[in-house]
């Protein structure tokens, strides 16, 4: 059965903080990764991930995969509180739904 | 990336009423579309994935009765919550595949507050 497994599960830090999230997947026809930031509504896209050791960068946001060791991380610089929020990751093996990990909840305060 | 809309944002019924969820994909042909729930600090849990012109696939445990999917067109689908009891109270999210991102991508609308009393 396909797997995603997020740590921490919920993380509080002040602002200014550097986080690291975790993603670590178990799929039989891997695609690609994606994470998404949920707040009050649906998720909205982040990044999508295909191939090992390409970082992707969008502002203070970071992630990159790690596909002979099976995870992703997620990196957020300089929090603001702005970025509080759910960050979910999920995985495209193909032809079916994605599969999505719990999400870590990310609390910054001032 | 694609957009994708869902009607309407929020509702408020009576246990015991029906209630229908549009979900369509304004720039693309969905061939697939997901319907997800998601419960106070849960993740997205899927309920079924339909694709255009076939019966949608139900995930174990969702009753294909109480949530009717319809995936009549490219660009629409509709959940219909049958006889809404107050533990349906959740919100809703759909998705939508294709287009020329391929397989790839996802694109998920606003999501739908349920909220039965």
């Known amino acids: 059965e396909d797997k995603v497994v997020q740590s921490p599960l919920s993380l509080v830090v002040h602002e200014g903080d550097t986080v690291t999230l975790n993603c670590s997947y178990e799929v039989t026809n891997f695609r690609s990764l994606l994470w998404y930031k949920q707040e009050k509504k649906a998720p909205t896209f982040l990044f999508m991930l295909t191939s090992s050791g390409i970082e992707k960068k969008s502002g203070r946001l970071s992630s990159i995969l790690d596909k002979k060791e099976l995870f992703s991380i997620l990196n957020i610089t300089a929090t603001q509180t702005g970025d509080s929020a759910v960050y979910l990751c999920?995985?495209?093996?193909?032809?079916?739904?994605?599969?999505f990990g719990k999400g870590t909840r990310l609390s910054v305060i001032a | 990336g694609a957009v994708v809309s869902q009607h309407p944002s929020r509702v408020i019924c009576k246990s015991g009423t029906s209630v229908k969820i549009e979900c369509r994909s304004l720039d693309f042909q969905a061939t697939t579309m997901f319907w997800y729930r998601q419960f106070p600090k849960q993740s997205l849990m899927l309920m079924a994935t339909s694709n255009e012109g076939s019966k949608a696939t139900y995930e174990q445990g969702v009753e294909k009765d109480k949530f009717l999917i319809n995936h009549a067109s490219l660009t629409l689908s509709t959940l219909t919550v049958t006889s809404a009891h107050p533990e349906d109270s959740s919100f809703y999210i759909c998705s939508a595949r294709g287009g020329t991102s391929g397989i790839n991508e996802q694109f998920f609308g606003p999501g739908t507050r349920l909220t039965v009393l």
């Open positions: 999920a995985v495209n093996s193909g032809n079916t739904p994605l599969v």
